[in-house]
Protein backbone atom coordinates (compact mmCIF):
# COMPACT_ATOMS: atom_id res chain seq x y z
CA UNK A 1 0.00 0.00 0.00
CA UNK A 2 1.54 3.30 -1.03
CA UNK A 3 2.23 5.56 1.67
CA UNK A 4 0.51 8.84 1.96
CA UNK A 5 2.50 11.70 2.25
CA UNK A 6 1.26 14.66 4.01
CA UNK A 7 1.74 18.10 2.46
CA UNK A 8 2.95 20.84 4.31
CA UNK A 9 2.50 24.69 2.99
CA UNK A 10 4.28 27.05 4.87
CA UNK A 11 3.19 30.96 5.09
CA UNK A 12 4.74 34.06 5.54
CA UNK A 13 3.12 37.10 7.25
CA UNK A 14 3.26 40.17 4.84
CA UNK A 15 4.79 42.82 6.78
CA UNK A 16 2.63 45.69 5.95
CA UNK A 17 3.86 48.36 7.96
CA UNK A 18 7.52 47.84 6.64
CA UNK A 19 5.97 48.35 2.64
CA UNK A 20 3.83 51.12 3.73
CA UNK A 21 7.64 52.92 5.30
CA UNK A 22 9.43 52.04 2.46
CA UNK A 23 6.50 53.58 -0.05
CA UNK A 24 7.08 56.57 2.01
CA UNK A 25 10.44 56.86 2.39
CA UNK A 26 10.49 56.33 -2.08
CA UNK A 27 8.01 59.22 -2.39
CA UNK A 28 9.85 61.51 0.10
CA UNK A 29 12.63 60.67 -1.97
CA UNK A 30 10.74 61.52 -5.20
CA UNK A 31 9.16 64.49 -3.87
CA UNK A 32 12.99 66.28 -2.67
CA UNK A 33 14.68 65.29 -5.55
CA UNK A 34 11.27 67.74 -7.54
CA UNK A 35 11.55 70.29 -5.16
CA UNK A 36 15.42 70.41 -5.80
CA UNK A 37 14.87 70.51 -9.17
CA UNK A 38 11.82 72.88 -9.53
CA UNK A 39 11.67 76.49 -9.95
CA UNK A 40 9.00 78.88 -8.69
CA UNK A 41 8.27 82.51 -8.85
CA UNK A 42 9.29 84.47 -5.79
CA UNK A 43 5.95 86.13 -5.07
CA UNK A 44 4.30 82.25 -5.29
CA UNK A 45 7.09 80.76 -3.18
CA UNK A 46 6.65 83.54 -0.69
CA UNK A 47 2.45 83.06 -0.31
CA UNK A 48 3.16 78.97 -0.13
CA UNK A 49 5.39 79.67 2.61
CA UNK A 50 3.26 82.38 4.48
CA UNK A 51 0.65 79.40 4.40
CA UNK A 52 2.51 76.80 5.91
CA UNK A 53 3.05 76.29 9.58
CA UNK A 54 5.84 79.05 10.74
CA UNK A 55 7.77 78.07 13.09
CA UNK A 56 9.67 81.01 13.47
CA UNK A 57 10.35 84.29 11.83
CA UNK A 58 13.78 86.78 12.07
CA UNK A 59 15.60 89.13 10.23
CA UNK A 60 16.32 92.45 9.75
CA UNK A 61 15.86 95.78 7.93
CA UNK A 62 18.72 97.65 6.32
CA UNK A 63 19.25 100.58 4.39
CA UNK A 64 21.41 100.69 1.45
CA UNK A 65 22.50 102.92 -1.12
CA UNK A 66 23.29 100.16 -4.12
CA UNK A 67 21.99 96.50 -4.18
CA UNK A 68 24.40 94.22 -5.12
CA UNK A 69 22.19 90.31 -5.09
CA UNK A 70 25.19 88.78 -6.89
CA UNK A 71 26.03 85.60 -5.39
CA UNK A 72 29.89 85.65 -5.43
CA UNK A 73 32.27 82.23 -4.72
CA UNK A 74 36.17 82.07 -3.53
CA UNK A 75 38.40 78.83 -3.34
CA UNK A 76 34.48 77.14 -2.58
CA UNK A 77 32.94 79.70 0.18
CA UNK A 78 29.84 81.31 -1.31
CA UNK A 79 28.55 84.72 0.05
CA UNK A 80 26.17 87.34 -0.80
CA UNK A 81 24.85 90.92 -0.07
CA UNK A 82 27.10 93.00 -1.26
CA UNK A 83 25.71 95.85 -0.80
CA UNK A 84 27.14 99.23 -0.50
CA UNK A 85 26.99 101.48 2.24
CA UNK A 86 24.69 98.84 4.49
CA UNK A 87 23.31 100.48 7.73
CA UNK A 88 21.26 98.34 9.97
CA UNK A 89 18.21 99.99 10.99
CA UNK A 90 16.54 96.81 13.43
CA UNK A 91 16.35 93.57 14.08
CA UNK A 92 13.82 91.14 14.88
CA UNK A 93 13.76 87.11 16.26
CA UNK A 94 10.55 85.50 17.04
CA UNK A 95 12.47 83.39 19.82
CA UNK A 96 12.49 86.75 21.88
CA UNK A 97 9.48 88.42 23.46
CA UNK A 98 10.12 91.86 23.25
CA UNK A 99 10.61 91.55 19.32
CA UNK A 100 7.07 89.55 18.41
CA UNK A 101 5.87 93.23 17.85
CA UNK A 102 8.52 93.26 14.69
CA UNK A 103 7.95 90.31 13.92
CA UNK A 104 4.58 90.69 13.45
CA UNK A 105 5.25 93.66 11.12
CA UNK A 106 7.55 91.39 9.00
CA UNK A 107 5.03 88.79 8.64
CA UNK A 108 2.61 91.28 7.45
CA UNK A 109 5.04 92.70 4.53
CA UNK A 110 5.49 89.01 3.07
CA UNK A 111 2.22 88.76 3.20
CA UNK A 112 1.46 91.81 1.30
CA UNK A 113 4.29 91.50 -1.19
CA UNK A 114 2.23 87.83 -1.94
CA UNK A 115 -0.44 89.99 -3.59
CA UNK A 116 1.15 92.97 -4.93
CA UNK A 117 0.32 93.80 -8.35
CA UNK A 118 3.64 93.64 -10.57
CA UNK A 119 5.65 96.38 -11.92
CA UNK A 120 8.78 96.22 -14.63
CA UNK A 121 11.79 94.02 -14.24
CA UNK A 122 15.05 95.13 -14.22
CA UNK A 123 18.77 93.82 -14.44
CA UNK A 124 19.69 96.26 -11.80
CA UNK A 125 18.48 99.22 -9.27
CA UNK A 126 20.55 102.45 -10.06
CA UNK A 127 22.74 103.77 -7.32
CA UNK A 128 20.63 106.23 -5.04
CA UNK A 129 22.33 107.48 -1.59
CA UNK A 130 20.60 105.84 1.33
CA UNK A 131 18.07 105.05 -1.74
CA UNK A 132 16.65 100.88 -0.44
CA UNK A 133 15.31 99.61 2.09
CA UNK A 134 16.73 95.91 2.60
CA UNK A 135 14.73 93.68 4.32
CA UNK A 136 16.20 90.33 5.02
CA UNK A 137 13.77 87.43 6.55
CA UNK A 138 14.40 84.08 7.34
CA UNK A 139 11.18 81.69 7.60
CA UNK A 140 11.36 78.39 9.78
CA UNK A 141 8.60 76.51 9.17
CA UNK A 142 7.02 72.71 9.69
CA UNK A 143 7.39 70.00 6.56
CA UNK A 144 5.11 67.33 6.99
CA UNK A 145 5.66 64.60 4.72
CA UNK A 146 3.24 61.05 5.60
CA UNK A 147 4.48 59.75 8.82
CA UNK A 148 7.61 62.32 8.59
CA UNK A 149 8.03 65.68 10.36
CA UNK A 150 10.99 68.30 9.59
CA UNK A 151 11.63 71.88 9.47
CA UNK A 152 12.44 73.71 6.30
CA UNK A 153 14.28 77.86 6.28
CA UNK A 154 13.55 79.61 3.27
CA UNK A 155 15.25 82.98 2.89
CA UNK A 156 13.90 85.88 1.17
CA UNK A 157 15.44 89.36 0.34
CA UNK A 158 13.16 92.45 -0.51
CA UNK A 159 14.37 95.46 -1.71
CA UNK A 160 12.31 98.43 -1.41
CA UNK A 161 12.63 101.93 -3.35
CA UNK A 162 11.99 104.49 -0.99
CA UNK A 163 11.85 107.28 -3.71
CA UNK A 164 9.55 105.30 -6.34
CA UNK A 165 7.77 103.07 -3.44
CA UNK A 166 8.69 100.00 -5.29
CA UNK A 167 9.48 96.37 -4.03
CA UNK A 168 12.11 94.25 -5.43
CA UNK A 169 12.71 90.52 -5.46
CA UNK A 170 14.73 87.94 -7.76
CA UNK A 171 12.25 86.72 -10.41
CA UNK A 172 12.70 83.44 -9.09
CA UNK A 173 12.93 81.53 -5.54
CA UNK A 174 16.58 79.95 -5.79
CA UNK A 175 18.05 78.88 -2.24
CA UNK A 176 20.27 81.97 -1.45
CA UNK A 177 23.75 80.95 -1.98
CA UNK A 178 22.82 79.19 -5.39
CA UNK A 179 24.71 80.53 -8.37
CA UNK A 180 21.50 80.49 -10.67
CA UNK A 181 20.57 83.65 -8.91
CA UNK A 182 22.97 85.42 -11.09
CA UNK A 183 21.28 84.52 -14.21
CA UNK A 184 17.70 86.16 -12.91
CA UNK A 185 16.41 89.60 -12.93
CA UNK A 186 14.54 91.27 -10.16
CA UNK A 187 11.36 91.40 -10.73
CA UNK A 188 9.10 94.65 -9.56
CA UNK A 189 5.97 95.13 -7.44
CA UNK A 190 4.24 98.34 -6.97
CA UNK A 191 4.16 99.00 -2.70
CA UNK A 192 0.23 99.73 -1.80
CA UNK A 193 0.03 102.50 1.20
CA UNK A 194 -0.08 99.54 3.78
CA UNK A 195 3.14 98.05 2.70
CA UNK A 196 4.99 101.47 2.82
CA UNK A 197 3.00 102.20 6.31
CA UNK A 198 4.34 98.78 7.76
CA UNK A 199 8.02 99.23 6.13
CA UNK A 200 8.62 102.30 7.65
CA UNK A 201 7.35 101.82 11.10
CA UNK A 202 9.86 98.29 11.23
CA UNK A 203 12.45 100.80 10.03
CA UNK A 204 12.05 103.35 12.76
CA UNK A 205 10.85 101.06 15.61
CA UNK A 206 12.66 101.12 18.42
Known amino acids: MARRHSMYSKKRKINYG ?8 LAALV ?5 FFSTQD ?4 IDEVMSSEILK ?11 DPTVYSNEGIR ?3 QHERIKKLNSFNGALSD ?3 KVGVAKLLLENLADADEAAKVKELSNKDDGY ?6 VIVENSFFIFENEDEYNFDLYYDIEEE ?4 KEKYHNEFSTKNNRLDLQGYEADEEFVKLIKELAEQQ
Open 18 to 25: RIIVLLAV
Open 31 to 35: FAVYS
Open 42 to 45: YQEK
Open 57 to 67: ISGSISSVSFV
Open 79 to 81: YTS
Open 99 to 101: DLD
Open 133 to 138: YWLDVS
Open 166 to 169: KIYV
